[in-house]
Each structure stands twice: as C-alpha cells, then as structure tokens.
C-alpha cells in the first residue's frame, strides 16, 4: 500500500478525551473514530489488526475442535424471558422494539440464542460433544464506558459454547478451551494469567478470567512470579488425550484477582508474588445445566432417558485486545506492534520522493517485496524526513526500510527494527533477503 494513497488520518496532538495510551495512540495513529460513547469505526489501519487478531483466535479455535458459526445481533426476547434472563440483565441490555411491537435485543452474549439452536437440532447423545464458535459483535450499555475500545458499549467477542452428555465430558471442553486460549494470547506474544473468578450474570462454578499484566489495567492482580516465565507454545499439546493433568499442572501456580485474593492468607512468600494491574482478554465459563434446563435443550441419552445438555461458554475480547495489545507493546514515540498482528510487516521510508534514483529503487523495492508476498507500507509521500519517522513509529510497524541518497550511493539502504531501535546499513539485496522468503 502506498501511503499516499492510504486513509490515515494521523493527528499529531494527544486528543484530550483519551485517558489511557492505547486509546490516545488508536486515534492518534488513525486507527479508529469514536461513534458515539463507547462505540467506534475502525478505519484501514485498525481494521487490519482486528483481522488479524481475529484469524488468530479462528486458527485455535478451528485446531481445538469448535466449529465456526454465525448468530446474528438481534434476538427475540422470548429466548431470554425463557431462561430468566430477561429482567435480569437490567440496563446493560439494549432493549429495541421492531414495526410489529415486537420486543427485541441486541445481543450482549448468546447463551440462549445458541441453546435453541442446539434445542432443536440435537436430539441424541450420539451427537455429542459440540463446541460451537463465533465472532459477533454485541452491545452492552456499559454505564462508563471507557478507554476506548477496552471498554466500549459495542465491541467484537468471539464467543463458544460447549455441548456435553456429562460433566466430566464437559469438563474436558473446558479443559480444552483453557489450553485454546493459552495458546491464542501466546501467539499475540501477550502472557495472558488464567485466574479463579466471579461468573457474575453469565452463572455457574468454575470460571477463569485470562488477565495480561499492564499498567493500566483495571483490576489489581496477583501471581506467582514463576508465571512470568512459563511458555505455552512450547508444549506438544494433544487435544484428544486427557487434559486434566495439564489443567491441574497450569493452575497449580498462584494466581488470583482482585476478589478472590487474600492477603492474609496468600499461598506463597511475598517475594515470589508478583501484584500487578491486570486486563481481561478473556473468560471461560462451566454453568452445567444453567440454561439448558429452563430452556428444555435435552438429548436421549444411551438408555433412552432424557438428560439436559452440560454447558460452558468461553469469550474472548477481540477488539478489547487491540487496545490491550497496545497497552503491552509501546514506547514513547507509538505503538510497537508484535508481528503475528502488526497491520503491515514492513514500512518502506523513500526519504527523497523528488530524488530519481531514490524514487526508482524505493519503487522496484516495493514491487519486490509484493510480488513476494510481504506486506508493506509504502511512504512515497512528499514530506520531511522527520514527519516520515515519525509516522512510521507512531503506527509501530515491527521493521522499516529506508531508502536515502547517501546509502543509495554506496549501494545500500537502512534497516532498523522498532522494537530494538537497532539500525543497520545492508546492501539492497541482503536487507531484500531478510524480509523475503
Ligand atoms: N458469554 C460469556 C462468555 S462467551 C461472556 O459474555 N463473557 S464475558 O462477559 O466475560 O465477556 C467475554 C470477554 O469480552 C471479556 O473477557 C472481555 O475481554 C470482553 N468484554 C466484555 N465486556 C466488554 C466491553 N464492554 N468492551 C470490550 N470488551 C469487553
């Protein structure tokens, strides 16, 4: 993509209705607009990294077994007056009536909506287990909503619900979501800590909220130091074999929030806890019975004796990780994307666009590196070297490229890296090479 062509709205002052950085550098870095309260576009740059967080979390949930569907926003109300929901949900919901006088929501989860669906599907316990998935967005009417995407009135959730004939079976659906979203917030190069939590409005016993540690964070945390050198992706992991020993294994180590913690009677010494501010990007829920039951979502069972569905429900902040992705990975000049979900792999800098030379290798550069399949943004415009650097580490792209007159005369041009800030002067070819292939 070249940037003169490209809708990037940058702004060069901090807007002042961002408190946090991530939402300053979102809209500094033209990545989203506000709507309304809490709610927002997503313009090219943003959406490219909603995407690719969004693949991420498809690609595991596709490895772990579920199965993608799409529910839609809107839902009856008589599904949630039938499992009691309805009145419950209070002011959070946003209630709509259609043309007909028909009460209607948009909905702030699916529960009910994805138990009809199964109510009415399945019929045996032969058809069982089922996981399915989608990424939908919902609304809720948060009171404050705040920090931009972190806490937005709509926001994007991939959201799943597991399908057993018992509680041991699904047991291990949740067991397997544990290890799906482990791997999920790996691959984003985020540390996400599994915690025991409350299961608020959505019920059950056995929750976990999956916390990444940053500054800003919401709630306080706490968790054993050993936490932070744990490496998920580097387990050779078998969905299929049983995985209550891994489960009891990852869990061992101390982790707690804010309202399950005790100080007083915290399991380990003070100096292996870790108290830090923590982000939900995600939390997995076991509730059993809870809806199927009102709702009469039951199979035959292998003695032809009907038995309720056991159920769990699993949700991921998909846009909500934007932000935290942010929240863990900047420095004073912008964003420092992780490559698994940077928008563009590469910014490709022409200092001189006026320069012939300049113009014709940072242009045979480009075409190399697209015809090769490397994303790349191309700052072809006609500004100061100064406003190009700039940008380029606002927008935090994991390496950039720089094609100069001076390097260009000894046959070379300048790599540097944004995390590291490492810069280095390679000949054409090597730094070509180094992206390509
Ligand atoms: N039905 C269950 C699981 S599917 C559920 O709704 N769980 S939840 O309420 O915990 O939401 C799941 C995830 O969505 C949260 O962990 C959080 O990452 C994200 N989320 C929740 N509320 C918001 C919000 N207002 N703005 C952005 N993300 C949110």
């Known amino acids: 993509m070249r940037l003169s062509q490209y809708f990037l709205p940058l702004l060069r ?61 809107i839902q009856p109300a008589e599904l949630w007056r ?71 009135r709509e926001f994007l959730m991939k959201d799943n ?23 999920t917030f790996a691959r984003m190069g985020l540390k996400a800590i599994p915690m025991r939590a409350d299961t608020g409005p959505i019920g059950g016993d056995l929750s976990h909220e999956f916390q990444i540690l940053a500054e800003t964070g919401e709630s306080e945390v706490y968790c054993d130091r050993r936490w932070l050198e744990t490496d998920i992706l580097a387990e050779n992991l078998d969905y299929d074999s049983d995985l209550e020993a891994f489960f009891r294994h990852w869990t061992s180590l101390y982790a707690a929030t804010d309202e399950m913690h005790k100080p007083d009677s915290s399991p380990i010494p003070a100096d292996q806890l870790v108290t830090a501010r923590g982000i939900e990007v995600g939390h997995i829920f076991y509730f059993g019975t809870k809806y199927s039951k009102p709702m009469g979502a039951v199979v035959a069972g292998p003695n032809g004796e009907e038995v309720p569905l056991e159920m769990g429900s699993y949700g991921i902040g998909v846009s909500r990780l ?3 992705l942010i929240e863990a990975n900047h420095d004073d000049a912008g964003i420092i994307w992780p490559e698994s979900v940077a928008p563009f792999r590469l910014g490709l800098i022409n200092l001189r666009p006026a320069d012939d030379k300049c113009r014709a290798a940072a242009d045979e550069l480009y075409r190399k590196l697209r015809t090769a399949g490397v994303e790349v943004l191309y700052d072809d415009r006609d500004e ?46 090597a730094a070509l090479a180094r992206f390509v292939g």
Not at 112 to 121: F, K, L, P, S, Y
Not at 136 to 146: A, I, T
Not at 161 to 183: E, I, P, Q
Not at 397 to 424: F, H, M, N, Y
């Open 13 to 73: 002052e901090n807007p002042s209705e961002a408190q946090i950085v991530s939402h300053r550098l979102m809209l500094r870095a033209g990545m989203v607009r506000q709507s309304s309260a809490g709610i927002y576009s997503w313009l090219p740059l943003g959406l490219r990294v909603l995407n690719k967080v969004e693949q991420i979390v498809r690609e595991e949930q596709d490895r772990s077994g579920a199965q993608e569907i799409l529910m839609p926003t």
């Open 82 to 152: 039938e499992s009691g929901r309805y009145e419950d949900y209070g002011k959070e919901m946003l209630r709509i009536k259609d043309r007909h006088e028909r009460e209607m929501l948009y909905g702030p989860t699916n529960e009910e909506q994805v138990t009809a669906i199964m109510r009415d599907a399945v019929k045996s316990y032969r058809d069982l287990p089922k996981n399915l998935y989608h990424i939908q967005w919902k609304f809720r009417d948060e009171v404050r909503p705040r920090f931009g995407v972190m806490r937005g």
């Open 161 to 183: 619900y597991s399908f057993d004939l018992d509680a041991k079976a699904a047991k291990h659906s949740y067991n397997k979501m544990f290890v799906a979203y482990l791997r």
């Open 322 to 324: 934007v932000g935290a």
């Open 384 to 429: 100061s070297p100064g406003a190009k650097f700039a940008a380029m580490d606002l927008i935090g792209l994991p390496d950039q490229l720089i094609v100069g007159p001076r390097g260009l005369a000894a046959g070379t041009i300048e790599t540097k890296s944004r995390r590291s800030g490492k810069r280095e002067d390679l000949p054409i070819d």
